[in-house]
Nanobody, 124 residues
Framework: QVQLVESGGGWVQAGGSLRLSCAAS????????MGWFRQAPGKEREFVAS????????YYVDSVKGRFSISRDNVKNMVYLQMNSLKPEDTAVYYC?????????????????WGQGTQVTVSS
């Protein structure tokens, strides 16, 4: 069982930066792949980024490549999403997720545990 709690969301002007954090409980955290998803009003939850259990492999949706960076600290049981050059279209609730499959994946149904989400609002 893994419990996830996101933090770091907020309001920012276009071009600004935010760093999201996800605190995970559970002694098996280090064996899970981790991901970030987001859901804007009226839209489906979409994949943003994922990282393998050792942090070697990462994937990003095309719209955030070069702007967002996912990382993890298996000692602290933390996952991060550094978001730079934010755009209004990045506005959404951002969710942290854990997959018992240790390899990074973009497939939403591969994730077993989800956080409650943190709101990110980017104004133009």
């Amino acid at each position: 069982q893994v419990q996830l709690v996101e933090s770091g969301g907020g309001w920012v002007q276009a071009g600004g930066s935010l760093r999201l954090s996800c605190a995970a409980s559970g002694h098996t955290f280090g064996s899970y792949a981790m991901g970030w998803f987001r859901q804007a009003p009226g839209k489906e939850r979409e994949f943003v980024a994922s990282i393998s259990w050792r942090g070697i492999t990462t994937y990003y949706v095309d719209s955030v490549k070069g702007r967002f960076s996912i990382s993890r600290d298996n000692v602290k049981n933390m996952v991060y999403l550094q978001m730079n050059s934010l755009k209004p279209e990045d506005t959404a609730v951002y969710y942290c997720a854990a997959s018992a499959n240790s390899y990074a994946t973009m497939i939403r149904d591969s994730y077993d545990y989800w956080g409650q989400g943190t709101q990110v609002t980017v104004s133009s």
